[in-house]
């Protein structure tokens, strides 16, 4: 039998049909790396394509590219603020701490938090 009858599953007591929640766990970690990831990506094209219609001059799209461009780096808030709420609630607080500061820092000035080490100083 497959299941489902009387006698079948685990034998009562067998403590190895316990779930530990590991493996969700870091399913929802590998999740949320990703659409943060994702996320992170998308805010950067958006700041590219508002440098290339200032570039090119497009004057008459320059609105448009800022409000998508600041929609963007909202949804990536959004998405650092989940990965953080799930990193505090599996006790890595500190990591959910450092995670927050590093959003705060390339929102405040992307180019100095963006550049490779000893860079943009």
Known sequence: MHGGS?????PRGNQ???VHG???????ERRALGRLAREAAAAVDAEL?????VVQGEVEQFDVVVQVADDQWVR????ADALAALLKAIGRSDEATDLAAEISEIQT???TALAPDGAGA
């Open 6 to 10: 009387a006698g079948s599953g685990a």
């Open 16 to 18: 190895n049909r316990l």
């Open 22 to 28: 590991r493996y969700a766990r870091a399913a929802l």
């Open 49 to 53: 394509r508002v440098l290339d219609v």
């Open 76 to 79: 990536l808030q959004q998405a």
């Open 109 to 111: 000035d992307p180019a």
